[in-house]
């Protein structure tokens, strides 16, 4: 595919370019808790996003979108959103680094990649992180990678007006190959745990649905999680958000919460708890207790955070009956999307085979999976002209 990207950018600018490649990424453990202040526990993948990209000696952007088979031209001198929804996650970026003083000189640049949409991989992430390493590198800014992780975020706020948490951005610009990473959402410091998984391997299947409830529903949960912790302030005042609170807190003042409100942040509190956990299992090399945890995980997102869905439950569910499963769950903001597996390699086929009939039986979907391998961040791709098409 990147000799594909890089074919065609020479067809279109007649020049040869710089190659940057950034991944999608997983979330293995720690669902909802990002914007309560929490622990996540993601990885980046072997789905990515790559660019082909070179100055053009002017002051407009030359965008083609690969996968979409389209073109677009913007005057870099007044960068503002799009009606071209594709193009406002690279115009994103542009501004946040216009914001930041930076000169943004003209460029061509061609992108596109094998990360599914829809799917909850974050391809959007990956178009930003990777937009930004590129330009990076290419004018030499010198910016750290921590600052085009924030800057890609602010790219998705304010061009795709999507509010999401840090850990996207985050995982596609510092991934680490056969790591996952503990990201601390409130103070951003990290720690990479080794994810050696020899005989497994993760799976992803996605269910292609996406439930019209998916973004009220978002923004109804990061309501009623803020009305707990207002709560709880007045009593605890050391409390800034669900990360502060313990469980013999919440369990000491249940009755004077509203059940639904209750339910909401004990599933935080206790992922959490899950996220760290699951960390030690890692150090100790254990997979099948983190495995249980991922179980216990959409236990929670099911039944006390409410974001699941049926299709995703008849998978989490079929996937704990099926013996050579250490753990499943769903992953992302719900309500569709894809559930994370955990799969013996050697029963890797039947896994495939059986939970594609039985998705089928039930929902008359064809099921599609994806073996994900855990890889680098954001990076250059080194590329032998010589053997692409002139």
């Known amino acids: ?7 065609k950018f020479k067809e279109l600018y007649k020049t040869e370019p710089v190659v940057a490649r950034s991944p999608g990424r997983v979330n293995l453990i720690g669902e909802h808790t990002d914007y309560n202040e929490g622990f996540v526990l993601p990885a980046a993948i072997n789905k990515e996003i790559y660019f082909a990209l070179a100055p053009n000696g002017g002051s407009i952007m030359r965008a083609y979108a690969y996968d979409l088979e389209e073109s677009a031209e913007f005057d870099l001198n007044n960068v503002q959103r799009s009606e071209i929804g594709w193009a406002n996650y690279l115009l994103g970026v542009v501004a946040q680094l216009q914001k930041a003083n930076y000169e943004v000189k003209g460029f061509d640049v061609v992108f596109g990649g094998n990360i599914p949409i829809g799917a909850g991989l974050s391809s959007s992430a990956a178009v930003e992180c990777g937009l930004a390493y590129a330009l990076n590198y290419l004018y030499a800014y010198g910016i750290e990678r921590f600052d085009l992780v924030k800057m ?33 959402c409130r103070s951003l410091e990290y720690q990479y745990y080794p994810f050696n998984i020899d005989h497994y391997r993760i799976v992803l299947c996605d269910t292609q649905v996406k439930h019209s409830l998916a973004s009220t529903e978002y923004n109804t949960r990061r309501q009623e999680c803020e009305t ?32 639904v409100v209750y339910r909401r942040c004990r599933y935080v509190v206790q992922e959490n708890l899950r996220v760290e956990d699951a960390c030690l299992d890692l150090e100790r090399g254990d997979l099948k207790a983190f495995g249980q945890k991922m179980f216990a995980s959409h236990q929670g997102l099911q039944h006390d955070y409410e974001v699941s869905c049926p299709e995703l439950d008849f998978l989490a569910d079929r996937a704990r009956e099926f013996d050579g499963v250490l753990g499943s769950r769903m992953m992302g903001g719900g309500f569709g999307g894809c559930t994370i597996n955990l799969v013996q390699l050697d029963k890797l086929d ?6 594609t009939a039985a998705y089928q039986q039930q929902y008359n979907i064809t099921l599609k999976t994806y073996v994900a391998e855990i890889v680098d961040g954001s990076s250059l791709v080194p590329i032998d002209f010589s053997k692409t098409s002139r």
Do not use: W
């Open 350 to 355: 039947e896994f495939t085979r059986q939970m």
């Open 1 to 7: 595919m990147v000799e594909d990207i890089v074919t």
């Open 152 to 184: 890609a975020q602010k790219a998705e706020h304010e061009y795709a007006l999507v509010m999401c948490g840090i850990m996207d951005q985050f995982a596609s610009m510092f991934g680490k190959r056969n790591h996952v990473v503990k990201l601390d």
């Open 228 to 259: 707990g912790v207002a709560m709880l302030q007045k009593l605890y005042p050391q409390v800034n958000s669900l990360r502060d609170v313990t469980e013999q807190m919440l369990e000491s003042h249940k009755d004077e919460f509203d059940p």
